[in-house]
């Protein structure tokens, strides 16, 4: 059965200051699925995750839509509205606001408003130590803590497509795998995941699809389990040493 599309990126551009950092990129994401993007430092994966939030302003012939809809020109809050979800790199929290009024910021564009309650209730049911800090300051929060944060607003607007960049930095690897456990659940619920992320073998365990960028280009594309037991991947991204590996343009499903 054919996937419907979530989100799909066709010929997109991004210019800094005249400089092109995003070479015409292409890229989808369907229902049901964890889609990840990988690659090194500065290849351009939080710049898509903008672009696609409409934070930065993309080249003319660049297209994003989302369940159809082209979203050229749109501000973020209307791109909340139709269904998508970000947790933004480093969180980006309120930290003068306790947990609760910032889960609640999380729901404020959403035009679900009467299912406030029972988000509110399914996001301290995954992370259980929200519950305990609800008057507490986002701000005086553990670096876990505000990542569970993060991802619990997020969800707030019951989102049917959720971008996350970088969830796992700077985060303890017991934090992470519950990161990562909820991502899959949330998954199971039927929510497209778009995820940006350093840890390229854990990312590829995770996902259902990958795109490897380097230097504002795709390079590899397939799926996650293949891309993870490819000897060229492993030698360029997962630490593997193997001379005189060369990178495929596509790994094919």
């Known amino acids: 059965m054919k996937l419907r599309p979530i989100l799909e990126i ?10 092109e950092v995003l070479h015409g990129i292409s890229i989808a994401v369907n229902e049901k699925e964890i889609v990840s993007i990988i690659g090194a430092n500065g290849a351009g994966k939080s710049t898509t995750m903008r672009a696609i939030m409409r934070s930065v302003p993309i080249v003319k012939d660049s297209r994003i839509t989302i369940l159809g809809q082209d979203i050229g020109g749109w501000p973020p809050y209307r791109i909340v509205q139709v269904g998508v979800g970000f947790v933004p790199e ?4 309120f930290p003068q606001m306790s947990v609760r009024e910032n889960l609640e910021m999380g729901a404020y564009f959403t035009e679900h ?6 988000s509110l209730s399914y996001i301290l049911s995954i992370f259980p130590i929200l519950r305990e800090r609800l008057k507490q300051l986002a701000g005086t929060l553990s670096g876990g803590e505000q990542q569970m944060l993060a991802l619990g607003r997020a969800l707030m607007s019951l989102p049917r497509l959720l971008l996350m960049d970088e969830p796992s930095l700077g985060l303890a690897p017991m934090v992470v795998a519950n990161i990562f456990r909820v991502i899959r659940e949330i998954n199971n619920k039927e929510t497209a995941v778009l995820l940006v992320e350093q840890n390229a073998r854990a990312a590829l365990r995770l996902c259902h699809r990958a795109y490897i960028l380097e230097t504002g280009r795709i ?8 891309l993870l037991d490819d000897d060229s991947v492993k030698h360029a ?15 094919h499903e």
């Open 10 to 19: 066709e010929n997109l551009t991004v210019n800094y200051d005249n400089i």
């Open 90 to 93: 480093g969180r980006r929290l």
């Open 113 to 118: 408003k009467d299912q406030f309650e029972s």
């Open 219 to 226: 390079n590899i594309e397939g799926e996650g389990k293949r």
């Open 237 to 251: 991204y997962l630490g593997k040493k193997r001379e005189g590996a060369k990178l495929p343009q596509k790994v």
